[in-house]
Every structure is written in structure tokens, then in C-alpha cells.
């Protein structure tokens, strides 16, 4: 009896015991909902934060974006931001033009960054697909053309993606069907305000300006823009094509330093391969990965569609001259007047356009010797110049107009001022002439009044005398009479 009454209070107490555990768990589970709530309610309280942003800057961690892409080369990450430098023109490096937007395409496996825009232009398609055909571009020719030397494992070429994360704007909704058409790239958009949910690419950016920080001039910080605060755009010296060139640099030291936190797997370990990105890419995808589009192909459906105008002097195209080669010029120049044809452009480089022709050919028209001042330089840089042209060429108009009028009023003034001492001179000489006659007519009367002075005297003396005469002729006259 003693064993069996043993044995089931031992069930007993294993059932109350697996009871309890159950219990405890579903109190953990509840204290944990519990606790999140009461995070949310508190950080709400303390920083006013909603539970978006709860979620996006407060919340566990509990997986890794590399999870999601199932091999290298299978997902890329694209985004963009306003960089933190203001750049000035390259020919004066006195005319600040702004703070350059920067793209960056990074490969989520490896944390390869396959491409890159730097551009003046705002956030935009057109740009977004700029940085996407850098995908596909020659990487060692692309560091050469900046001056920069390095060999093929240093950043390998790759190829485009079977998914592309991107924010909730450039490719979003139809403008994404080009590229799920054409090139059979799914195209998935984040929510709205959760950058974290592309935190592979977003990251760095601000690796980016810590990089750039210290080592160009003219960075704006965080009091920018504010009252009282010092206007950076100041000090800036560094011209876009020399931020690039930073920028390279960024990329080549980013794609050969060990990723801190990276998770490795048995392949990579047994083979003791570095995690390093470039490493890492080559292992799985090797430095020179076979493209399935032709160059021609992508610049057909990557490039910005435009229209161009074909004249005798050439094909003008946003106030450039532009000329095909010899053996092609005859199929444009073939109308008496000008006409307009159809072009793709890349606003990186404008020293040529393509035309694409019925056949599926492209023609590359190269940009005329007389327009040597636009060469190597970006459409961006190219629009700040011609206004910076067109700035000066209206100061000097407005200095010439000025120097005119200042000319014109200076030759009336000194006939007004000739007039004048004309008309003073002959003032002058009225007023001569006038005093002579004054002075002879005074002459004249003091003439005449010394006659009259004298004939007057001379009249006194004659009437006294005859006065005189007859006073002494009266008296005698009285003599005789009293005489008789």
C-alpha cells in the first residue's frame, strides 16, 4: 500500500507541477505584453513618442536582415539622402552650389556596396536608375577615370539583383514596372517612416559622414540653419568630381574592412574565407560575374529619355552640340531643317549621347570639340555653370548699360554746363556793353549839367547885371526929375 500510495502522489504532484509551469507561462507571457505596454505608456510619457516609434527605435531585435536574403546577389538595398558637405563650382571654387544628394546600393548578404550616385539633382527616379545601372558598370574603369588605381578583388563587378528593397517613394507603385518588366527585378517598398526596415543601406550614411567629417571642409552640423549659428556653406573648397573621389574612397574602405557583428556560416568558416564584403562576394559570386543584358540594353531602358534637336551646325541637345560619327551623319543630316529625334543621356557625363536607333543599335554622338568647356563634367554641374555664365553675362550687361547711361549723362551735363558758360559769357558781355552806355550817358549828363551849371551862372550874372542897369537907370531917371 505504501508503494503505490507513493506512487500516485508522485503523479499527483507531477500534474500539479506541469499545472504551475503552464500557469507561470501564460503569466510570463502576459507580463511581458504587460511590460511592453507600460514601455510604450512611459516612453509616450517621458518623450512624447508614439508607438511607431516605439517600435522602430525602442523595440527587441530579433532577427538580422541577412536573414532574409537567401543567398549573395539574391536582394539589394537602395536608398538615398542629402550629404552633409556643401561642394562649390569647379572652375572658380568661389560659387557654392549646394549639398550633393548621394545613393548608395548595397548587397544585403554581403554587405557589398554594388553602386553609387552622387548628383545636384533633388531625389528622383531618373537618379534612382542612374544608381541602379552603376550596378552593372566596370568598377576598375570607373576608379580610373577618378584617378583612383586598384585591381578587380578590391571592388568586384556584379550584377542586378532578383529583389530590390527601396523607400516608399522613388520606385514606388508604376514607375517600379521597368524594371520588374525589362530586367525581372521585384521591386519591394517599405512602410512609410521605418528606415530600419532598410537598416543595411541606411547604416551607412552615417558611416559616410563620420568618414567625410574632419576630412572635407564646408560639413554642415546640427545647428545649421538655426539663428546665430555659422554658415558652413562658408567654408567650402571641395568641388563635386573631388567628393566623388572621397566618396570611392569610402566605398573601397568599406568593402574591405571586416563587418563587425556579421554572423558567419559553415561555408565561410570551414573555408576560412575573411568576412570581409568583397571576400565574401567573390567567394559566392566570383570578381567577374556574367551579365545577362547588353550594355546597349541597359543604356535603352536605364537612361534618361529625352529629345534632341538635329540641325546643320549638329544635334543640340540642352544648349550642347553634339556630332555623330562620319559614316552616320548621313542618316541624320538628311532634311533641310531641323527636326527632333529621340536620345538617352547619362547626367554624370555628358561628353556623349546615345541614339537608339529602329534596328535596336545605339549611335553615340560625341560632344563637339567648340564645347570643350562642358567636357567630363555632369549635367548638374553643367545647369550651375551656364547660370553662373548667365549671372555674369547679365552683371556685365547691366555695368555696360550703367558705363552708357553714366557716359551719356556725362556728355549732357558737359553740354549743359558749354550752355551755360555760353550763356554766362554772353551775360557778361551784355552787361559790359551795358555799363559803357551807362557810363557814357553819365558822362553825357554831367557834360550837359556842368552847361547848364555854367549858362546858369552866366544867366545869374546877366540878370544881376541888367538888374543892376536898370536900378542905376531908375535912379538917374529920379535925378532929373528932381532936377527940374
Known amino acids: 500500500m505504501s508503494i503505490e500510495y507513493l506512487y500516485q502522489s508522485s503523479i499527483l504532484i507531477l500534474i500539479l507541477m506541469e499545472a504551475i509551469f503552464s500557469t507561470l507561462t501564460q503569466l510570463k507571457g502576459s507580463l511581458s505584453i504587460i511590460l511592453i505596454n507600460t514601455q510604450i505608456i512611459s516612453c509616450s510619457k517621458k518623450k512624447k513618442s508614439s508607438r511607431a516609434e516605439f517600435v522602430r527605435n525602442n523595440r527587441m531585435l530579433d532577427g538580422s536582415a541577412s536573414e532574409y536574403s537567401i543567398e549573395t546577389g539574391y536582394m539589394y538595398q537602395i536608398d538615398s539622402t542629402i550629404c552633409d558637405i556643401f561642394v562649390v563650382d569647379c572652375m572658380t571654387r568661389s560659387v557654392n552650389i549646394g549639398c550633393p544628394t548621394v545613393y548608395f546600393v548595397i548587397d544585403v548578404f554581403s554587405r557589398l556596396i554594388v553602386g553609387f550616385n552622387v548628383t545636384l539633382e533633388n531625389a528622383s527616379y531618373g537618379e534612382a536608375l542612374i544608381a541602379i545601372s552603376s550596378i552593372v558598370s566596370d568598377k576598375v574603369k570607373l ?27 522613388e520606385l514606388k507603385g ?36 563620420t568618414y567625410l567629417r574632419g576630412l572635407v571642409l564646408g560639413q554642415k552640423y546640427w545647428n545649421h540653419g538655426r539663428r546665430g549659428a555659422k554658415d558652413y556653406s562658408e567654408d567650402a573648397v571641395c568641388t563635386l ?24 556560416n559553415e561555408e565561410l568558416f570551414s573555408d576560412k574565407v575573411p568576412l570581409v564584403p568583397s571576400n565574401i562576394w567573390i567567394y559566392y559570386m566570383g570578381e567577374m560575374p556574367i551579365h545577362r543584358f547588353s550594355a546597349e540594353y541597359i543604356i535603352m531602358h536605364l537612361m534618361y529619355p529625352e529629345k534632341a534637336s538635329v540641325e546643320r551646325s549638329g544635334i543640340r541637345f540642352k544648349g550642347l552640340l553634339y556630332t555623330a560619327p562620319k559614316e552616320e551623319r548621313w542618316k541624320f543630316h538628311k532634311y533641310s531643317k531641323a527636326y527632333k529625334i529621340n536620345i538617352r543621356y547619362d547626367p554624370r557625363n555628358m561628353n556623349a549621347v546615345f541614339i537608339p536607333r529602329e534596328n535596336g543599335e545605339i549611335v553615340r554622338a560625341e560632344l563637339k570639340d567648340s564645347f570643350k568647356f562642358f567636357k567630363d563634367k555632369t549635367f548638374s554641374e553643367i545647369k550651375k555653370l551656364k547660370e553662373v555664365v548667365k549671372k555674369m553675362n547679365v ?11 553714366k557716359m551719356i549723362s556725362s556728355i549732357i551735363d558737359e553740354g549743359k554746363a558749354s550752355k551755360k558758360s555760353r550763356s554766362n559769357m554772353y551775360s557778361n558781355k551784355k552787361d559790359t556793353n551795358r555799363r559803357n552806355k551807362e557810363k557814357k550817358m553819365s558822362k553825357r549828363l554831367n557834360h550837359h549839367s556842368n552847361q547848364n551849371e555854367v549858362l546858369v551862372k552866366e544867366i545869374k550874372k546877366e540878370s544881376e547885371d541888367s538888374l543892376h542897369d536898370s536900378m542905376k537907370q ?11
Open 474 to 484: 531908375t535912379k538917374l531917371d529920379l535925378l532929373k526929375k528932381r532936377g527940374r
Open 143 to 169: 576608379c580610373e577615370e577618378h584617378d583612383i588605381e586598384i585591381s578587380r578583388s578590391k571592388w568586384p563587378n556584379s550584377e542586378f539583383p532578383s529583389v530590390l528593397v527601396a523607400g516608399n517613394a
Open 395 to 405: 552683371d556685365i550687361t547691366n555695368e555696360n548699360h550703367l558705363f552708357i547711361q
Open 174 to 209: 508604376q514607375l517600379a514596372e521597368p524594371l520588374m518588366k525589362m530586367f525581372g527585378i521585384s521591386v519591394e517598398n517599405t512602410v512609410a517612416y521605418r528606415p530600419d526596415q532598410k537598416g543595411v543601406v541606411e547604416r551607412q550614411f552615417n558611416s559616410l559622414n
Open 241 to 264: 568630381d573631388e567628393l566623388k573621389k572621397h566618396i570611392i574612397r569610402f566605398i573601397l574602405n568599406h568593402n574591405n574592412t571586416v563587418i563587425d557583428g556579421y554572423v558567419t
